[in-house]
């Protein structure tokens, strides 16, 4: 089972960018699409943006336009980055992955990297 550990979040103010990480414990199977998922408080979590290793990318209708998702298959990597945030973009960010033919999720979550929105 593919698991992950995501960085590079933090504090920034509406209309700035951040830059988002995640590693994979081992080499991501090339039929596996890679998903970055945020939970706000309070909320269900929620997919933003997936990627598969043909590097073929979609977006939640929130975010397109302004999230970029990127994946490194040598690196085993995948990247969010993110522009002109606004704060309900604020929230815990998490990677997961799932063969193509799965529709759900099927890493364990990792502990996310918190990013907050604020002025």
Known sequence: QVQFVESGGGLVQPGGSLLLSCVASQKIPSSYVVSWYRQAPGK?????????SGLSDSYADSVRGRFTIS?????????????ALKPED???????SRPMWVMAPGSAWGQGTQVTVSS
């Open 44 to 52: 269900e979590r929620e997919l933003v943006a997936e990627i598969t």
């Open 71 to 83: 994946r490194d298959n040598a690196q085993n990597t995948v990247t969010l980055q993110m522009n």
């Open 90 to 96: 604020t929230g815990v960010y998490y990677c997961n």
